[in-house]
């Protein structure tokens, strides 16, 4: 069972263009982590929202937890080359001190110049 | 400060065989995750270790399996193996506490 569904599972843009990643869950989690991973390589952390309604930003990226704290949305402002990857989210449920990321699937992205 | 290192990074194996994956994690970090990438389905959990103890295990059978020394360092091994368990292995840690994951470059696995 996936508990983490992410839309759309492939996004092809021109330079300049804006876009929005969904990440959405009937599972409430104690926090949602966006993940960047290059071909060849480990998934890079980007944010971690922790609070219902939550918004950061970081540069060109505006992450958003939802109110009931089971979906978040990526969106991307004048995409760039170099935000090519496979954009992941990872819902974490904790307990008894211990700690256990779900992950979907993964938004691959591309960003043609 | 250094990354969590993974060795080897590719990895050549048939059938039947065994290997073992290594993990050295974060100076500080005393929690490690494993995880399994393909691309039909994605990272999927493994286990988790904290101070040597096996906290947390996914949906995986007993050919997988894992363990931490004292020293947070930590090795996967997969025994008896099959085609279908060719992926990416990914080790994350983590300080005590924490949801953050830092991830290594992963080992690359092919069966043949």
């Known amino acids: 069972t996936q508990l983490l569904e992410q839309s759309p599972q492939f996004l092809s843009i021109q330079e300049g263009e804006n876009l929005t990643v969904y990440c959405n869950s009937s599972?409430?989690?104690?926090?949602l982590q966006w993940y960047r991973q290059e071909p060849g390589e480990g998934p890079v952390l980007l944010v971690t929202v922790v609070t219902g309604g939550e918004v950061k930003k970081l540069k060109r990226l505006t992450f958003q937890f939802g109110d009931a704290r089971k979906d978040s949305s990526l969106h991307i402002t004048a995409a760039q080359p170099g935000d090519t990857g496979l954009y992941l989210c990872a819902g974490a449920k904790s307990g008894a001190g211990s700690y256990q990321l779900t992950f979907g699937k993964g938004t691959k992205l591309s960003v043609i110049p | 400060k250094a990354g969590v290192t993974q060795t080897p990074r590719y990895l050549i194996k048939t059938r039947g065989q065994q290997v073992t994956l290594s993990c050295s994690p974060i100076?500080?970090?005393?929690?490690v995750s494993w995880y399994q990438q393909t691309p039909g389905q994605g990272l999927q959990f493994l286990f988790e270790?904290?101070?040597?103890?096996?906290?947390n295990k996914g949906n995986f059978p007993g050919r997988f399996s894992g363990r931490q020394f004292s020293n947070s360092r930590s090795e996967m091994n997969v025994s008896t193996l099959e085609l279908g368990d060719s992926a990416l292995y990914l080790c994350?840690?983590?300080?005590?506490?924490?949801?953050?994951?830092?991830f290594g470059p992963g080992t690359r696995l092919t069966v043949l």
């Open positions: 599972s409430v989690f104690s926090s």
């Open positions: 994350a840690s983590s300080l005590w506490g924490s949801d953050e994951q830092f």
């Open positions: 270790y904290f101070s040597e103890t096996q906290r």
């Open positions: 100076s500080g970090h005393r929690s």
